[in-house]
C-alpha cells in the first residue's frame, strides 16, 4: 500500500535518505537532521513523497514522484526509490513499482523517468524487470562529494 508522506514521517525518510547502504545511490549527501529537514518539509508539503507499507501496515519503502511541467506535464520523474534493508529481497521493490506504475496512471501521466548508478546494476535489474528500458548514459553526472568522484548514470523509463 503506499500512502503520501506525513511530517510525522521525518525520521523515516531520513534514516532511509542516510542510511549507509542507501545513501550513495540518492541525491543527497550525508547531512545532519537539521540540514535535511528543509529538503524534507519541501518535498512533503508538495506531495511529492510517499511511504511503501506491507499489508500489516509496516514502512518498508520510500520514493518521491516529481511531476514535469509545460510540453512535459505527461512525464513524472521517479526517485529517491529505496527499500529500507531490512526488508529487501522479499520482492517490495517489484510490488512498489507496480503500484507507482497505476498511480501515475491515475494521475494522468504516460511517461515515468528516472536516472540510477551504473554501477547500481541491482536496480537496473529491478527496473527493467518492472517494464522500465534504458534510454542513455549521462556521463559524470553525479558528484559524490563523500568520495570526491563523479558517476554515471543510465536514464530509464516506463510508458505507462
Partial sequence: MTRTAVKTDFDYFYGLYMHPVINPFLLYEQMSSEEFRPVFSELQEKGYLYVYQDQEGVSV???K???????????????????DPLFAGKGYARKMLQEIKVMAIQKGFTRIELTVAVLNEKAIRVY????????GRLRNYTFLAS???????????CLV
Avoid at 128 to 135: C, K, L
Fill in 61 to 63: 519503502g520510500m520514493f
Fill in 65 to 83: 514522484l516529481v511531476p514535469r511541467q509545460y510540453r512535459n506535464s505527461h512525464v513524472v520523474y521517479l526517485g529517491g526509490l529505496a527499500i
Fill in 128 to 135: 527493467e524487470r518492472a517494464g522500465f528500458q534504458q534510454e
Fill in 147 to 157: 568520495e570526491n568522484r563523479f558517476i554515471d548514470e543510465v536514464v530509464m523509463s
